[in-house]
């Protein structure tokens, strides 16, 4: 460019108070608010009826015998089932990463394959094949083995991008083994831990399917009851707010134990894998026995089932039909959370103030609200503004969205983190504007984790029931709401197709999520 | 022809005040380093002459014309200054091709510029990197990465080159090498380029002018010969090089002071009788014999630094009020700690009336 050019450019620009920078700061504000905004407004519904009602009648609904027996059911199952997916998740995640454990690429897919299963299916398969998994115990069976994923996932990564050198001074300095591990990686891997077991509690609290088929009371089970049965919304608003300050308990857990984060740093050389050995062998029954019993029961159960089942029947038309319903209705729904969660992983991870962890972290409590609830909320503040909305396919892709949102920022944060800020600087000073670096540099470096986000919230979304039930447009049923119907009549020949395709509908995504992670993994620790 | 003007240059964040008052300038085609300490403000300024950062008062100009200030703002796309930061920042889903050929995608948007290109081709010539052109970052060794860092911010310059710690990142070694590399491809290119370094070798060997900044305030700008030999303060005196600071009193043209009698070497004594702080350089102090004529000071040998090519000895004084001057003497038979030893000093390098 000539003088002349620069300096026209510099006249015209003139007229401009402040730097774009600003400019973009102030879009990235807007827009996560905006998106915070979304995501509380089943907490706003809440307090609103919590309003109307008057606290007077709230309280009369919650001081009782029941609400005692609720909370001591919901806190020990959060806790039996939170501590056994964080063990199993990071003793998989060691396995997998720290040891030269053979076929490692293989077991890390089948060992995320499990998101695939909805824990309805597998609390199902369980229960349909062995009576006797049931209640308390048939519950943190089920519900432990069914989200250990959510707890491998992030630790595997972490395990990957920490710090050999830190193991090895560890080690020099006189510890053994398993204590240096215990006190260096451990600790580099705590933030993902704890991000992991905050999100299986958070979904524990809102899990409904499972429970009413281990016949297992929680809150959420009670919400539904006090809703479908009795109509009762004020105890089911009352029972929800306790959900709410349980969820708020967890999220402050979080973040006290966590502390300050720990910095991570590139790798210059992947860590050093224990030799297993004779032990080779069995950890690999070890993770064979944890993939059977996740993955293997309710697909044994689901053939077992179509074959002997006397209501069997192979109806295509409908099969199809839900099976495309859900499809439609899950990318919808992935697209809208994955896109709403760029700006608020931007946010939190480039201008880290205050302002911006609340609104991140306010935004997961809707995690703990059971699918219902939200619905509900959805549902009363469409028909108050959008009355041609209300069971609409368009709110049920909202509500679904509104629900795993907090999913895809998971991701989004760590995907955003591998695309610092100062690569977009670089690439302004080789004269590149604001579109071209998105599309050149941030985009393509966002693009395995918006994949990868998109893929988990398609994931959990093609389970969701109870919302689905609530708002799903007449006539149209999803795969999970058929397989749901006729579990509940006990045909379960009919019900299994449904379940069978309902899995292979999210193995896709499963894998594709398995996959992403190797990549990401690889590259990390290569980089 | 100056390549960059910085004037009365002022800088905050919020509460923490960064730059005060900057000015210097910067000659075309010639290596400035700017030198501080951690936190002094280097690189906030380099940002702000790319035009990362906004000024908060001043002016900054390019080639003659102002590109921040007076009401005008260029953003850093419209300067096409090259800028390599500390890490180098290479994107790390291209290669290494498509990393220097970056900044040449400009309005050639239907043909992505690449191994053919000329001014590619001539860049991985220059920057040695042929027969890498397919590599991603993370397959290339630490040099490489700033090599290829390099050639991304010259391919598409207006002959600016910014250059943030590049060699800090690296190991001895290897920084040593590449200094000598990165300066011969600045000379190489013709390009205007600013180094912004804590390392005090760093800049006295790679450049033609030294910008020192101590907490955003310029201390002293100068060619490397006359800052190590004529430092402007005591300050940037002890920031550059080892320094002896002694007090003394000026009488009949020459210093006295613990050492004795010192010669100054400078253009304008103050007057006699004027209280002054000298520097003498540890290589302007001799060993001398005990019987030796002229003033001389002795001394006992505290501690003893091998370095290989020479010796550094701390000398406590005999008498004085404590005080310990450092020697560099050349050879291994430089004497051992416990030693006593007799000092002459040739002459200071400078001397600042004290108040």
Redesign the interface.
Known sequence: ?T?AA??M???S??V?R????RFGRLLLVTASLIVAGAALLPLAFLLLQAVQVGWTELWSVLWRPLTATLLWNTVRLTVCVTIGAAVIGVAAAWCTERTDLPLRRLWTVLLVLPLAVPDFVLGFGWNSLAPGVYGFWGSVLVMTTGSYPLVYLPVAAALRSADPDLEDVARTLGSRRALAFARTVLQQIRPALLGGCLVVSLILLAEFGTFEILRFQTFSTEIFNEFEIGFNTPAACALSLVLVAIGLCLLVTEVVVRGPGVPRRGLGRPPRRARLGKLSPLVMIALAALVGVSIGVPLWAIVYWFVQGSSSTLPATSLAHAALATAAYCSAAAAISTFAAVPVALLVERRRTRLSMLLERSTYIVLALPGLVVALALGYFSVRYFPTLYQSSGELVFTYAVMFFPLALVVMRGSVA?A?A??E?????????RA?IFL??TL??LLPGLLAAFALVFLVASTELTATLLLHPTGVETLATQFWAYTSDFSYGAAAPYALTLMLVAMVPGVMLGFWFERIGG?RA?? | MTAIEVNGLEKSFGERHVLRQLSFSVPEGSLTAILGPSGSGKTTLL?TI???E?ADGGTVA??????DGS?????????????V?Q?G?L???LNVVSNIA??L??GRRWRRPGADDERVRELLDVTGLTGLERRL???LSGGERQRVALA??L??S?GIVLLDEPLSSLDAELRTSLRLELVDVLRRSSATAVLVTHDQDEALSMSDSIVLLRQGTIVQQAGPVELYGRPATPEAARFVGYSNLLRGRIERGAARCSLGWVRLDLADVPPDGTAVEILVRPEQIRLVDAGANGSAADGVVARRDFHGHDVLLRVRLDGGPGEDVIVRLRGPEAPGVGQHVRLQADAAAAAWPLP
């Open positions: 460019m003088n620069v300096e450019k510099a006249a620009l003139g401009r402040r730097p774009h920078v591998q610092p100062g690569l600087d670089v690439a302004r000073t080789l004269g590149h504007g071209s050149r540099i393509p470096l590259r290569a980089s | 940002r790319a035009g990362l906004r390019l080639g003659g014309r102002v590109v009401g005008v703002f260029v953003p850093p796309e419209r300067r096409l200054i090259g800028y930061p890490e920042a994107f790390p889903h970056f900044g995608e400009h970052p993370h397959q991304r911010a391919a598409p207006s």
